[in-house]
């Protein structure tokens, strides 16, 4: 099928390229962006007056929760959820009932994302059988069946040297490995970023040594057996650092953050809201910008979602027996777009964090609109006004602050392969 | 120090308080209208006829999620002297032991048409959570939630302060021991602060004295000598038994010789210093018998003013729910 999409705004950060193109489109591929190919005559024309055209967005955290968690969420409404909020491709964590460390389980996820015809899904596969950080996974078993890399999530390892061991066999053959760094002494029974919201209200702390230990022994650890490394949803403004030095170092590694990391810090935490406990918990303010700054620096490159979706009791209690996590996936570009509007980030930087950034830390073929990919790809009103809500929710997640708020910004189709999967109607 | 959220939850539409959950955000005229109305009930505990009406007809329900013989007791004396009726349960061998949510268990308390909760639990923020999810008109008393809060206990504290002291202006008071895991040294922190002491000072080792403390106004000296140094007010903690083989202290007998509360420790307070705890303690870990039971200990008068201090908050916080009855604005803030 031929799509010609027209007069909108083309933005896309992996091509330099922002200007009032026409987008041609053949067999669900981009096949030129300006003039007309031969025998485009015929092609279904969109008008995208208005409109920027985006390349889709690529999302390196989304918990589908299926299978075993379905009272959360399922892999057809969280894919849903994505492409409502743009996401054309995403990756999920292995944290799953049973747990990715089967390439049964790695296939039922993509048949499942296949039936659903949402967005591409790439699982995680765990690093180690049950997450339980004693005897390796069968880890190219699980990337042969499509896991795009294999990662512990944030269950402990039994030790040091079971993850040094595990990664000498990635590095054997060359898999990426996820890291979230975490020092389950330091940071085990707390709830909140440990600093003087947590120590007024009596929340039990996690302090940044939980990450920044976990982090260093981590970066000496991928130095020393080579393995590719991405490091998932830093929190401290000493990450950040660190990541950078090691960078300049030589190591060739990679980095996201959560939205919410970047755009919250622990002063919400003021009335005991349960919807604002995630992990790695919302930390002070200086940690907040030095983050910022990180992705203006480019030791940061990609901004995800985090979206974990979670039944409505996960969140109706006390602040610490709450589960963490916020279901945000459907709002992740208008939140993101909220950086740029306090004057953080400019609109180039925030669109490749979220497209061609995050791609390219998993070495994906998504996130651009260049001539040859997939057309993946979005159409976005920039100034559409627009609630989002409980009841309008896409995600069976009943977990988000955000909810009632009104947003600047609306996604208003999604194309994956060149077929329209969602449109505001 | 910041002012936080929980005033809007915990005052009606006139200022007046219909819960009572944390001392923060509380200015001092409250706090002294509190201490005022607690003055006027404690000349009532020596009279032959206890009571007085002000809850007639009100049920006031005892929800302990943790045990507490102390401080029920003394709120289930509060109620029956303002004429509430009083039930008392114990939730951890009830219903939440059975699997049954926080919630659950509050619906089917509301739907017996009570009026008045009064909460211990050991989640921090579980008193807010209850007063957010509860219906209008259920006033809801802290009776300590997990390391946040204990208002009516420092309550009684600053009463007791005053009534030895004869007001707070200039005042230097030392608090004592494990503060960290301590609900009692946040509320009395903000207490004492909003009530224009001079000077706070939390004593102990870094592990049970977190720096943050410094700003939330208070002064962290780890050394007792000079915490003690010049202070009218002593207030020990009691060092929970459980902790001292943690990785927090090394023992009983090195905390006790470090940070312990004896004749000789005292002497570095003020002459006239008094010695405070909110008990139960721990003779021979944070305090010597000779200061628990000497002349400079108030320990036993706080008991007794902490029955006053509760009748004023019930009282207090009933007749500031009837104020959200008449308004037509009632509930809203929900």
């Known amino acids: 099928m031929k799509l010609r999409i027209q007069n909108g705004r083309l933005i896309d950060p992996s091509q330099d390229l922002d200007a009032i193109v026409e987008l041609f489109i053949d067999n669900q591929k981009i096949v030129a962006i300006g003039d007309a190919p031969d025998g485009f005559d015929d092609a279904e024309v969109v008008d995208a007056s208005g409109q920027w055209v985006l390349p889709g967005l690529v999302d390196l955290a989304v918990a589908l929760r299926e299978p075993g968690l379905t009272q959360k969420g399922n892999i057809a409404t969280e894919g849903r959820a994505a492409v409502s909020g743009g996401v054309t491709t995403l990756v999920c964590p292995p944290n799953t009932r049973p747990i990715v460390d089967t390439p049964a389980v790695a296939a039922l996820i993509q048949d499942k994302a296949d039936e659903a015809g949402m967005a591409n899904v790439f699982p995680l596969g765990a690093l180690t059988q049950g997450l339980e950080g004693t005897q390796l996974s069968n880890m190219v078993a699980l990337t042969d069946a499509g896991c795009i890399a294999v990662s512990n999530h944030r269950s402990p390892m039994a030790s040091t040297k079971v993850l040094s061991r595990a990664l000498e066999y990635a590095a054997t053959h060359d898999l990426l490995v996820v890291f979230h760094p975490d020092e389950p002494s330091l940071s085990e029974g707390g709830c909140a970023h440990e600093g003087l919201m947590s120590t007024m209200h009596g929340l039990a702390g996690i302090p940044e040594e939980a990450e920044t230990i976990a982090l260093m022994r981590d970066l000496l650890l991928v130095e020393k057996t080579g393995v590719r490394a991405h490091f998932a949803r830093l929190s401290c403004a000493k990450s950040v650092e660190m990541i950078a030095d090691a960078k300049a170092s030589g190591l060739d590694i990679t980095a996201d953050v959560a939205v919410h990391n970047l755009l919250l810090n622990d002063q919400v935490l003021d009335r005991f809201d349960g919807h604002y406990h995630v992990l790695p918990p919302l930390r002070g303010d200086e940690d907040r910008l030095t983050l910022i700054e990180g992705i203006k620096a480019g030791v940061i490159t990609a901004i995800c979602s985090d979206h974990q979706p979670h039944e409505k009791m996960a969140k109706i209690a006390p602040f610490a027996a709450t589960e963490p996590g916020m279901a945000n996936v459907e709002i992740l570009l208008p939140l993101a777009m909220l950086l740029m509007d306090e004057g953080d980030l400019d609109i180039s930087t925030v669109l490749t964090c979220l497209t061609s950034g995050p791609a390219a830390c998993f070495g994906l073929e998504a996130g651009s609109l260049s001539v040859g990919s997939f057309a993946d790809f979005i159409l976005f009103d920039s100034t559409a006004r627009w609630t989002w809500s409980y009841e309008s929710r896409k995600t069976k997640g009943h977990n988000s602050p955000y909810f009632d708020e009104e947003f600047v910004g609306r996604v208003m189709a999604t194309y994956i392969s060149g077929q329209r999967v969602y449109q505001v109607v | ?334």
Not at chain 2, 173 to 182: K, L, N, Q
Not at chain 2, 222 to 237: Q, R
Not at chain 2, 250 to 256: C, D, L, R, V
């Open chain 2, 1 to 334: 120090m910041m002012r936080s959220e929980p005033r809007a939850l915990q005052l009606n539409e006139h200022g007046q308080l219909k819960h009572f959950l944390t001392l923060d955000g509380l200015d001092k005229t409250l706090l002294t209208e509190i201490l005022d109305r607690a003055e006027s009930f404690l000349s009532m505990g020596e009279q032959s006829v206890k009571k007085v009406p002000l809850l007639r007809g009100k049920t006031v329900v005892n929800l302990f999620f943790e045990n507490s013989t102390r401080t029920r007791t003394t709120f289930e004396l509060a109620a029956k002297r303002l004429s509430a009726d009083v039930i008392n349960l114990n939730i951890e061998t009830s219903a939440t032991s059975k699997g049954e949510s926080l919630l659950d268990t509050l619906q089917n308390l509301e739907a017996m048409q009570s009026d008045m909760f009064i909460v211990r639990h050991s989640d921090s923020g579980a008193a807010h959570f209850i007063a957010e999810h509860c219906t209008p008109n259920v006033a809801i008393i802290n009776a300590g939630d997990g390391r946040h809060a204990h208002p009516t206990q420092a309550m009684l504290d600053m009463l007791t302060i005053r009534r030895h002291k004869g007001g707070f202006e200039g005042l230097k008071v030392a608090i004592v021991g494990d503060i960290m895991h301590s609900r009692v040294a946040r509320s009395q922190l903000q207490a004492l602060t909003t009530l224009g002491v001079s000077e706070v000072r939390l004593v102990g080792p870094k592990t049970l004295v977190p720096s943050f403390f410094a700003e939330m106004g208070a002064t962290i000296c780890h050394d007792l000598e000079a915490g003690l140094k010049d202070v009218d007010v002593i207030v020990m903690l009691r060092l929970q038994k459980e902790r001292m083989k943690g990785a927090l202290l090394p023992s009983e007998s090195e905390f006790y010789r470090l940070y312990g509360l004896t004749e000789d420790t005292l002497a570095w307070a003020k002459p006239d210093a008094i010695v405070m705890h909110p008990g139960p303690i721990n003779r021979g870990v944070e305090i010597s018998s000779e200061v628990a039971d000497g002349k400079h200990s108030v320990i036993l008068n706080q008991v007794t003013n902490g029955i006053a201090i509760r009748m004023a908050v019930m009282s207090m916080a009933m007749s500031g729910q009837l104020q959200c009855d008449e308004s037509p604005m009632a509930g809203e803030d929900k």
